[in-house]
Each structure stands twice: as structure tokens, then as C-alpha cells.
């Protein structure tokens, strides 16, 4: 087993669906390295194996549960690579860009590609980006808060 889930471990923000903000740069771990890893997450988290796909990163579920902790009217910023704004069909990421079309608005993009942010991250070009959840309450239907 590779997650060991701890019952105590933050149990007030498990449950939470109404933050004003999230603040993050998500892990980059890629189902093609580590299959066991998204095997565990897809049994723990129900909107996982909704959102799944062979050839996605662990970072796309990040932002898709980071927007749905977020209440209406929240705000989503993280620092990621910008592979994914390229990537097509066949990566996973289409299910990401759908989701973050229909539960936000897209406020900000700042493209970080000639700036080296992480000197120990060989070849990532980043970006910084701003999502406002738009104000209608409509998630996945099974998404699972815990």
C-alpha cells in the first residue's frame, strides 16, 4: 500500500465545500510511473475514477478537487507546468479543461516559461493561473468531499 489514509487527519477541511481560497502547486506524478499509486487514489475517491485516464497527471485531480472545495465566487490559484494547456486528447487532459470550463471562470494566466522558478525541475515551463468558481452549485454527481 502506498497511501496510508489517517482517520484524524484533517478532519474539518475533509468535509468543506466552501473555501474562499486555494493555494497550490499540485504534485507531478504521472499514471505511466506510478500505476499503483492512482490505483489506491481511484479507491479512496469516488470523483477520481470519474475524472480517470491512463495517460494523466496526479496534478489534474488536484486542481479538479481544488475547485470543488471552493465555494461559488471562490478563487483557485496554483503555479503548474504549462504542458497541460497543450496537451490534446489522449492525455486525460480533456476531462481537466471540461471541468475547469464548466465549474469556473478562467481569470488569469501568468506565463512563467522564461523564468527559472525551480532550479532543481530540469525543463518545466510554468505557469500561474487564477479560476473563480462560477456561482452555480453543480459538481460531478458523486464527488466524494472526504
Same mark, same amino acid.
Given at each position: 500500500m502506498i497511501i496510508s489514509r489517517k482517520e484524524n487527519k484533517l478532519p474539518k477541511f475533509q468535509h468543506k465545500i466552501d473555501l474562499d481560497f486555494v493555494v497550490g502547486n499540485p504534485p507531478y506524478v504521472a499514471n505511466d510511473t506510478n500505476p499503483e499509486l492512482f490505483r489506491e487514489i481511484r479507491q479512496l475517491f469516488t470523483f477520481c475514477n470519474e475524472t480517470y485516464h491512463n495517460k494523466m497527471d496526479l496534478f489534474y485531480w488536484s486542481i479538479?478537487?481544488?475547485?470543488?472545495?471552493? =465555494?461559488?465566487?471562490?478563487?483557485?490559484?496554483? +503555479? !503548474? !507546468? =504549462?504542458?497541460? @494547456?497543450?496537451?490534446?486528447?489522449?492525455?486525460?487532459?480533456?476531462?481537466?479543461? %471540461?471541468? *475547469? &470550463?464548466? $465549474? /469556473?471562470? @478562467?481569470?488569469? +494566466? *501568468?506565463?512563467? =516559461? %522564461? @523564468? !527559472?522558478?525551480?532550479? /532543481?525541475?530540469?525543463?518545466?515551463? %510554468? +505557469?500561474?493561473? +487564477? &479560476? $473563480?468558481?462560477? /456561482? #452555480? #452549485?453543480y459538481f460531478f454527481s458523486s464527488i466524494d468531499h472526504s
Open positions: 479538479i478537487l481544488g475547485i470543488a472545495k471552493l =465555494r461559488p465566487g471562490g478563487k483557485l490559484c496554483y +503555479i !503548474t !507546468t =504549462r504542458c497541460w @494547456l497543450d496537451k490534446g486528447e489522449k492525455t486525460g487532459v480533456e476531462t481537466l479543461k %471540461n471541468f *475547469i &470550463l464548466k $465549474e /469556473s471562470y @478562467l481569470s488569469e +494566466i *501568468i506565463d512563467l =516559461r %522564461n @523564468l !527559472t522558478v525551480f532550479i /532543481s525541475a530540469t525543463g518545466q515551463e %510554468n +505557469i500561474i493561473f +487564477i &479560476l $473563480e468558481k462560477k /456561482s #452555480k #452549485k
